[in-house]
């Protein structure tokens, strides 16, 4: 499967933004799908994931309540929607995906073997 990120930008301090990953090359509804981040200077992280019926989602501590993931299997795609951006937020988001996550592998990125391209998200203070 090929994925493409797209939605970042430059946003201020309690904006909004939607990120979009398209997947493409096969059939979506089999994809666990994930969005990282990695900050400057900072290790990637996990930010929220989905399964692939939408039934289960989770997410890092520091985004709940803000970020919401879903997803649109119709449409080969699963957004990212970020309310609340605070300047902590600024980094690159890749979305991520593989047939065979497991639940508690879900944070874990070594576990999918499938990465967009990364879009940036600069949140100014």
């Known amino acids: 499967v090929q994925l493409q990120a797209s939605g970042g930008g430059l946003v201020q301090t309690g904006g909004s933004l939607r990120l979009s990953c398209v997947a493409s090359?096969?059939?979506?509804?089999?994809?666990?799908v994930a969005w990282f981040r990695q900050g400057p200077g900072k290790e990637r992280e996990f930010v929220a994931g989905i399964r692939r019926n939408s039934g289960f989602t989770s997410y890092e501590d520091s985004v709940k309540g803000r970020f919401t993931i879903s997803r649109d299997n119709a449409e080969n795609t699963v957004y990212l929607q970020m309310n609340s951006l605070k300047p902590e937020d600024t980094a690159v988001y890749y979305c991520a995906a593989d047939r065979g996550v497991i639940v508690s592998n879900t944070r874990n990125s070594g576990a999918y073997g499938y990465w967009g391209q990364g879009t940036l998200v600069t949140v100014s203070s």
């Open positions: 090359g096969d059939t979506f509804t089999r994809y666990v």
